[in-house]
Nanobody
Framework: VSLLESGGGLVQDGGSLRLSCSGSGRSFSSYPVGWFRQAPGKDRLFVGGIDWRNSVEITDISRGRFTISRDSAANKVYLEMNGLKPDDTAVYYC???????????????????WGQGTQVTVSS
């Protein structure tokens, strides 16, 4: 699976962005997809993920502010972010596991395909 993120940019404190992750292949909707982010000098963190049933796993990062969804017909997974804060500034990545019909994982090592990342910068 090849992945391509888009939708990053510069927003002000409290703003919103929607990131898209486009996947190749007919069965992209069968794979769990995770969103991660990495700020300069920090570890890559799991933001949340979605499985083949479109069940979403959220984290403390995403709870209450971020929404993850999938458009299977378009082969896309979205990360909609509201109430952005300067601490949300990072490169955001989508990743897909190679195991179909399973759920996302919070561990980056469990993912086999990664997008190139998209920069999100939140100004104060």
């Amino acid at each position: 699976v090849s992945l391509l993120e888009s939708g990053g940019g510069l927003v002000q404190d409290g703003g919103s962005l929607r990131l898209s992750c486009s996947g190749s292949g007919r069965s992209f909707s069968s794979y769990p997809v995770g969103w991660f982010r990495q700020a300069p000098g920090k570890d890559r963190l799991f933001v949340g993920g979605i499985d083949w049933r479109n069940s979403v796993e959220i984290t403390d990062i995403s709870r209450g502010r971020f929404t993850i969804s999938r458009d299977s017909a378009a082969n896309k997974v979205y990360l909609e972010m509201n109430g952005l804060k300067p601490d949300d500034t990072a490169v955001y990545y989508c990743a897909a596991r190679s195991l179909k019909w399973t759920g996302p994982s919070s561990r980056s090592v469990d993912y086999d395909s990664w997008g190139q990342g998209t920069q999100v910068t939140v100004s104060s």
